[in-house]
C-alpha cells in the first residue's frame, strides 16, 4: 500500500532536511568544528528515507557508520544529532559517541557503527532476542557493499536463515568500498546473488527511487513478519560526495558524478509527487525554506551547547543497575 499524501510530503520533507543537515555538517568540519570523520549520505536519502518509513514503531534499526541519514529518517532530533557530531553534552550519547555513533534506543535506533560489516551480526543479535521473546519486531540491518567481503556478513546470513530469524537485510550498494571499486573487491559483481548461497530470498533495487525503495522494503517486512525468516535487499545508489571529507576522490572522473547528479533522488521524488498532484511548485519552495530555517536553529543549539563535563568522564562505562 502506498503512503498516503501527508506522509509522501514528510517523506520528501525528511530527504530535504538530510541533504541540508549534511551540508550544514560539512561546513562545521571545515571550521574545525566537527572532529575526527565525517561521511556524508548526500545522493543516498532515497534509500534510508524509502526503507525506514515501511518499518513499524516498534522495529530496530542497526546501521554503518554513514548514519546521519538513517537517523533523521527514524525521527532522531536533528538538534541532538547535531550536537552529537560537535562533540556536546547535549547530543544522543552525551557527546562521547559523534558521528558514527548516533543513537536512540527510545525508537528503536541501536545505532551506527564504526567497524564495517561487525554491527552485521549485532543486528543478527537482535533479531534472536525478539524471536526468542516472540515479539512481534523485525530488525533492519543496513550496510554497504564494502560489508559483503565480511566474515561477519556471512556467518549471519547463514545463522539467520537457517533459524528463520526477523531480520532484513539493506545493502546500500553505492559502488564504492571506500575508494575501491565494487569489482575490484568483491568475485560476485551483485550483492544479492550472495544472499542466495544461504537460500534468503533476494532482489536488487533502484535505491535512486524512493517509492521503489519503500515498495520493495515494505514486502520484504511482510515476509519477514510472518515469520519466513530474513530478506536481503540490495539497493543501487550513489553518494555525491567522497567517501569521507578528506577524500581527494582520485578513483573516478567526474563525469560519472555529474551522471548520477542528473538523477538527484530528491529532485526526483519531487517531481513525482508533483505530476501525482500531492504537491506543487509552491509547496516544495515552502518546504525548501522551513526546512532550512530549521537547520538554523539547529546549527545554532549545537554550537551554542557546553562540552561534556570532565566528570562525566567515566559516565556509563559499566552497567548500572536498573539501566539499559
Not at 550544514?24 to 548526500?42: D, Q, V
Not at 551480526?121 to 557493499?145: H, K, M, P, W
Not at 526526483?268 to 511548485?281: P, T
Amino acid at each position: 500500500m502506498r503512503p498516503n499524501a501527508d506522509r509522501l510530503i514528510l517523506m520528501y520533507r525528511n530527504m530535504v532536511l538530510i541533504r541540508k543537515f549534511e551540508e550544514r555538517s560539512a561546513g562545521f568540519y571545515r571550521e574545525g568544528k566537527i572532529g575526527g570523520f565525517l561521511h556524508l549520505y548526500i545522493g543516498e536519502e532515497a534509500v534510508g528515507v524509502g526503507a525506514i518509513a515501511a518499518l513499524a514503531p516498534q522495529d530496530y534499526i542497526v546501521t554503518h557508520y554513514r548514519d546521519h541519514g538513517h537517523a533523521i529518517a527514524r525521527g532522531l532530533d536533528p538538534k541532538a544529532l547535531m550536537a552529537e557530531l560537535l562533540g556536546r553534552s547535549t547530543g544522543v550519547a552525551g557527546g562521547k559517541g559523534g558521528s558514527m555513533h548516533l543513537v536512540d534506543v527510545s525508537k528503536g535506533f541501536w545505532g551506527g557503527y564504526g567497524i564495517v560489516g561487525g554491527h552485521i551480526a549485532l543486528a543478527t543479535g537482535l533479531a534472536l532476542a525478539s524471536q526468542y521473546q516472540d515479539e512481534n519486531r523485525v530488525t533492519l540491518c543496513i550496510f554497504g557493499d564494502g560489508s559483503t567481503n565480511i566474515g561477519y556478513f556471512h556467518e549471519s546470513l547463514n545463522l539467520a536463515s537457517l533459524w528463520k530469524l526477523p531480520v532484513l537485510y539493506l545493502c546500500e550498494n553505492n559502488l564504492y568500498g571506500m575508494g575501491t571499486a565494487v569489482e575490484r573487491a568483491s568475485a560476485v559483481a551483485s550483492m544479492a546473488e550472495k544472499a542466495c548461497a544461504y537460500n534468503i530470498p533476494a532482489v536488487r533495487i533502484d535505491g535512486m527511487d524512493t517509492l521503489k525503495v519503500f515498495d520493495a522494503t515494505q514486502r520484504a517486512i511482510e515476509h519477514v513478519r510472518s515469520g519466513n525468516g530474513p530478506y536481503f535487499i540490495e539497493a543501487m545508489c550513489y553518494r555525491f560526495p567522497g567517501h569521507s571529507m578528506g577524500d581527494p576522490e582520485r578513483y573516478r572522473v567526474k563525469d560519472e558524478v555529474d551522471r548520477y547528479k542528473q538523477r538527484d533522488p530528491i529532485v526526483a521524488f519531487g517531481k513525482q509527487l508533483e505530476g501525482d498532484g500531492v504537491v506543487d511548485e509552491a509547496d516544495l519552495e515552502r518546504i525548501e525554506r522551513e526546512v532550512a530555517q530549521e537547520m538554523d536553529a539547529v546549527a545554532s543549539f549545537a554550537d551554542a551547547s557546553p562540552a561534556p563535563a570532565p566528570e562525566s568522564m567515566y559516565d556509563f562505562i559499566y552497567a548500572q543497575s536498573g539501566t539499559h
